[in-house]
């Protein structure tokens, strides 16, 4: 029986690792699409936004299996619920890639490519994601913590992102509402880069069994 049982929790593993690798390429596609105008790009994102919503439910519904088969011991209720809160950090990581799709072909338009660190926030995110992801498949505390302090980096960046536009906007080089749009992708990368603090953070909770209140992420908020 635990056989089985341990079988069924390496598969909840599986299932939140490759849920993390598809959060890291749809937030990688979103920060392309700010930069290109590519065939299929916008249909990729999407298609990959409904794939992590469909994953979601399955991990939910492996984790309710995992908890109603049988009385589980503490590290494993732990590292079930812990899967619980971050697949649906994870949903949000995918929609908010989405929802910087959605804002890419104006501001392609806008033409501001080199001209804001946007970019540079962007790969911040995506590593703060691979890092929390690592974190969870292999145990590590470190790991963690390296997540937390990059957090950071990311909200560095957005308000470099936000000085530069507020000096595009007064140079006269920049409309209105492409300056509301970039700002706007910049805030759901710093939402991306607050959802991967939350990951982090139940995986620490998994390890640990210590729920940390730490001031970047929103973890039992």
Same mark, same amino acid.
């Not at 596609?29 to 979601?56: C, N, P, S, W």
């Given at each position: 029986?635990?056989?089985? #049982? ?35 790009? #916008? ?24 908890? =109603? ?110 300056? =509301? ?6 805030? #759901? ?15 620490? #909770? ?6 940390? $209140? $730490? ?7």
């Amino acid at each position: 029986m635990r056989k089985a #049982y341990d079988l069924q929790l390496k598969e909840l593993h599986d299932m939140v690792k490759e849920m993390g690798d598809m959060c890291e390429e749809i937030i990688t596609l979103a920060a392309k699409a700010l930069q290109v105008e590519e065939d299929g790009l #916008y249909e990729r994102i999407f298609g990959l936004d409904a794939k992590i919503d469909r994953a979601q439910n399955e991990v939910e519904t492996l984790c309710l299996r995992l908890l =109603l088969r049988q009385q589980p011991i503490a590290s494993d209720l732990r590292r079930i619920s812990a899967a619980l809160k971050m697949v649906s950090d994870m949903e949000r990581i995918g929609d908010q890639a989405a929802d910087i799709a959605e804002l890419s072909p104006y501001l392609i338009r806008a033409n501001l490519k080199g001209q804001l660190h946007i970019q540079e926030m962007a790969q911040a995110a995506v590593l703060m994601v691979v890092d929390s992801v690592t974190a969870f498949v292999k145990d590590d505390h470190e790991m963690v913590q390296t997540v937390i302090k990059a957090d950071d980096t990311v909200d560095a960046l957005f308000e470099q992102v936000r000085d530069e536009l507020i000096v595009m906007i007064r140079e006269n080089t920049i409309d209105a509402k492409a300056a =509301l749009d970039m700002l706007m992708a910049a805030k #759901y990368f710093e939402r991306i880069g607050d959802h991967a603090v939350n990951i982090a953070e139940w995986v620490d #909770y998994s390890i640990t069994g210590e729920l940390q $209140n $730490n001031e970047h992420g929103n973890m039992g908020r």
